[in-house]
Every structure is written in structure tokens, then in C-alpha cells.
């Protein structure tokens, strides 16, 4: 079964904090994301990365930014956390080269900058 | 740019009976791949079915079936025989064939009636 695992379910930070959200996936996936699920808008695309430090912005990328050192691990950073970024953080991840396969989900940090 | 309509924020059916959830995508490109998610309350997200722009043949995975309209840009979702596992929330997405990005729906919340 694939696993993908972010570093916690619940997080509560102040403005102006540095924030690091973690997922880690166990299939060797190539492509790994970011994404932020805010109520009526659905999932809006943050960042993603198809290498080892390799990164391309998605639709909403201001504010955020990300780490990609190791294939099992991509990092998304907020670096000065602001109350309008408290949402539902999805991690994903996926196969390459682009053979329609599925992207596999994590359970998701629901952060909020108070 | 792609865009993805999920025109219902919420729908229910009775146990047993059937549901079609709608979704409509504007795309210029004429390969693509076409997904609906499922996200249960709390839980992580996983893919329910999924339909290559270039099959003609609706995909099917046991209760669950689409009806691909490629001329019309429409994918809607058939549930059958609704299960009280079956609420949760659903989001539509497409990908193009030549990159990994999804866009997603905003989601209809779907609600099974005992």
C-alpha cells in the first residue's frame, strides 16, 4: 500500500512564525505536491516537484515556498506564517512519466496562523 | 487555463438508490485524463475512478460509473446502490496529458440518507 505520512494533523502558529510542513511518501514516487484546500474552492495547486530539488510553482505559490533534498521528502515552508494561510494542507504524490497515474494523498495538516 | 465546474456544493440520495454527481471542464487540449476523488469526513483522499480523454468506453469500478461527454467537456459520476460509506466529499479534476498538474472542482458534499 502506498503511504503518504505529513508531519502532523492539527498545527496552530502565530503570525510572523516560520513554519515547516513536512510529507514523506514510501513508493519512490518521482512527483510529489502541494496543495491548499480552502472550503468552496476546492484544491488549489501550491507547489510541486518532479526531482530531487527540482521545483515548479503551481496557481497559488506567494507566501510559500519549498525543499525537496531527499525523493521520499518534500518540505513546504511558510516564512513569515500570515492569518490568512490557516487551511487544510494536502500532500500528494505520483509516478512519472505522465501515464495518468493517480496521485496518492495524505491525511492532510490543518494549520492555523491565530 | 483549465478549468473544472462542480456545479452542486451538495447533494443527497437515499440508501440504495442512485446519485449522479455533475462536473464540467473547459480545455483546449485534446489529450487528457479525467478523475473523481473521494474525501470521507477526516479521512485522506482517494481515487474513485478514473477515464482517459482518448477511450471512448465510460470507465466503471463496481458501483461507481461515469458518463464521459467529450464534445460537451462533460464527466459526471454515477453511484449506485448508495452506501452509508459512500458520504463524503467528491471532487472532480483533470490533468493534461503533458504535465502532472491536477485541477480539481470545488467539491460536492454528498450526504446518504439511511
Known amino acids: 500500500d502506498v503511504k503518504v505520512t505529513q508531519s502532523s494533523r492539527y498545527l496552530v502558529k502565530r503570525t510572523g512564525e516560520k513554519v515547516f510542513l513536512e510529507c514523506v511518501q514510501d513508493m519512490d514516487h518521482e512527483n510529489m505536491f502541494w496543495y491548499r484546500q480552502d472550503p468552496g474552492l476546492g484544491l488549489r495547486l501550491i507547489y510541486f516537484?518532479?526531482?530531487?530539488?527540482?521545483?515548479e510553482k503551481g496557481d497559488i505559490p506567494e507566501g510559500y515556498s519549498v525543499s525537496r533534498e531527499k525523493k521520499e521528502r518534500f518540505s513546504l515552508i511558510l516564512e513569515s506564517a500570515s492569518t490568512n494561510q490557516t487551511s487544510m494542507y494536502l500532500c500528494a504524490s505520483s509516478f512519472s512519466p505522465g501515464q495518468g497515474y493517480e496521485q496518492y494523498f495524505g491525511p492532510g495538516t490543518r494549520l492555523t496562523v491565530t | 487555463a483549465q478549468t473544472v465546474t462542480q456545479s452542486q456544493p451538495e447533494m443527497s440520495v437515499q440508501e440504495a438508490e442512485t446519485v449522479t454527481l455533475s462536473c464540467t471542464y473547459d480545455?483546449?487540449?485534446?489529450?487528457?485524463?479525467l478523475f473523481w476523488y473521494k474525501q470521507p469526513p477526516s479521512r485522506q483522499m482517494i481515487l474513485v475512478i478514473r477515464?482517459?480523454?482518448?477511450?471512448?468506453q465510460n470507465a466503471t469500478e463496481n458501483r461507481f460509473s461515469v458518463n464521459f461527454q467529450k464534445a460537451a467537456k462533460s464527466f459526471s459520476l454515477k453511484i449506485s446502490d448508495s452506501q452509508l460509506g459512500d458520504a463524503a466529499m467528491y471532487f472532480c479534476?483533470?490533468?493534461?496529458?503533458?504535465?502532472?498538474?491536477?485541477?480539481f472542482g470545488t467539491g460536492t458534499r454528498l450526504t446518504i440518507i439511511p
Open positions: 516537484s518532479y526531482d530531487v530539488k527540482m521545483k
Open positions: 477515464q482517459e480523454a482518448y477511450k471512448q
Open positions: 480545455t483546449s487540449e485534446s489529450d487528457y485524463y
Open positions: 479534476a483533470y490533468r493534461s496529458a503533458s504535465n502532472e498538474k491536477l485541477t
